[in-house]
């Protein structure tokens, strides 16, 4: 093999692109003479074991040149929004704190992801947004909470 680090950059641009999440759109917050501008992303994702859940996700994405060629690293600010999209049913069993969807946010080291909870005494399921990294994460967090209800016809 040739070129292993050139294999092992685009494996891991690959590996950067959001698993599962829809783009909604996006807004520039700063201007780079050189590569894309700095923005905020907005995704959807569907929760994989709870059918009838639906989260948006707007994340801090880096610009310039090394964050168009996916070696920089994004923020850490998020926010969530999930809804009730239609009727709830649990498609698998799962656990508090199971990973719902998860975001590298930097080559190597630091990754968003969402975690779901469920309130059982409220019946009210809860999604946690947060990023963190191998040595140091960060407190920034956000949640969104889905009541459980019946859906109409």
Same mark, same amino acid.
């Given at each position: 093999m040739k070129h292993p680090f050139l294999l092992g950059m685009g494996l891991a641009l690959v590996l950067a692109a959001p698993a599962g999440a829809e783009e909604i759109g996006s807004v520039s917050t700063v201007f780079k003479m050189l590569g894309p501008n700095s923005k905020i992303v907005i995704e959807a994702f569907d929760d994989p074991k709870i059918e009838g859940v639906t989260c948006h996700l707007s994340r801090a994405k880096q610009g310039g040149i090394s964050g168009g060629l996916g070696l920089a690293e994004d923020p850490s600010d998020a926010s969530i929004a999930c809804r009730q999209v239609g009727p709830i049913k649990f498609l698998k069993e799962f656990k508090d704190g199971d990973t719902v969807f998860k975001q590298d946010t930097s080559l190597l080291f630091k990754t968003m992801q969402v975690v779901r909870f469920f309130d059982k005494k409220r019946n009210v399921l809860v999604y946690l947004v947060y990023s963190d990294? +191998? +040595?140091? &994460? *960060? =407190? @920034?967090?956000? +949640? *969104? *909470?889905? =009541? +459980?209800? =019946?859906? &109409? @016809?």
């Open positions: 990294r +191998i +040595i140091e &994460g *960060s =407190p @920034k967090n956000a +949640i *969104s *909470s889905v =009541p +459980i209800m =019946p859906w &109409g @016809k």
